[in-house]
């Protein structure tokens, strides 16, 4: 079953330093998105990706954060400078608009900003 | 702010009953409403997906929408140990790329 798959599944990191993480989203899917979450908060929207640009985003996408799509089957999520709050798991996700906007999502990536 | 509502719980049910899982939401401009699974350090796995009024069944599980009353529930017939988790509720706009907007989940256990 095709599915989205994540890299690096824990990553530690500095305060300041700049992250990258990876994701493979499902290879027919259009959409692509990157969510977080916070221990023991909800899940929470950060930028929706389309056509190789940005198609929606939310407050939490400041300046800091960028996506990429640097070839045909990866996408990234990049963190300039880490701040402590940024400690959160993300979360890939893809879906296929032509089925419907079912999302479906990476095994994530557990950032710890030490 | 668009918010989605949910008993965080937990919700304890013996194993083989009926448990049942509730979501309100506060944009009525929302089209689709989703059920995802999440056992505890993993990501959320989609279970269920509603777009129309009243009521969609898969296996053990049926999914109910009332859009007047801004409601999704969800039911888990024949509960197992298995199904222990948090069940997040999410809905969006139903236009392809938009943000899927998640209540904080409601913790179930089923006990055997």
């Known amino acids: 079953e095709p599915e989205v798959t994540q890299t690096p599944s824990h990553q530690v990191t500095q305060m300041g330093q700049e992250v990258i993480l990876r994701c493979v989203p499902i290879s027919n899917h259009l959409y692509f998105y990157w969510y977080r979450q916070i221990l023991g908060q909800k899940v929470e929207f950060l930028v929706s990706?389309?056509?190789?640009?940005?198609?929606?985003k939310s407050e939490i996408f400041d300046d800091q954060f960028s996506v990429e799509r640097p070839d045909g089957s990866n996408f990234t999520l990049k963190i300039r400078s880490t701040k402590l709050e940024d400690s959160a798991m993300y979360f890939c996700?893809?879906?296929?608009?032509?089925?419907?906007?079912?999302?479906?999502f990476g095994q994530g990536t557990r950032l710890t900003v030490v | 702010q668009k918010e989605v509502e949910q008993n965080s719980g937990p919700l304890s049910v013996p194993e083989g009953a009926i448990a049942s899982l509730n979501c309100t939401y506060s944009d009525r401009g929302s089209q689709s409403f989703f059920w995802y699974r999440q056992y505890s350090g993993k990501s959320p796995e989609l279970i269920m997906f509603i777009y129309s009024n009243g009521d969609k069944e898969d296996g053990r599980f049926t999914a109910q929408l009332n859009k007047a009353s801004q409601y999704v529930s969800l039911l888990i017939r024949d509960s197992q140990p298995s199904d222990s988790a948090t069940y997040l509720c999410a809905v969006n706009a139903r236009q392809a790329g938009t943000a899927l907007i998640f209540g904080k989940g409601t913790t179930l256990s089923v006990s055997s």
């Open positions: 990706f389309y056509n190789n640009e940005i198609s929606e």
């Open positions: 996700a893809s879906s296929d608009p032509s089925g419907g906007t079912e999302a479906f």
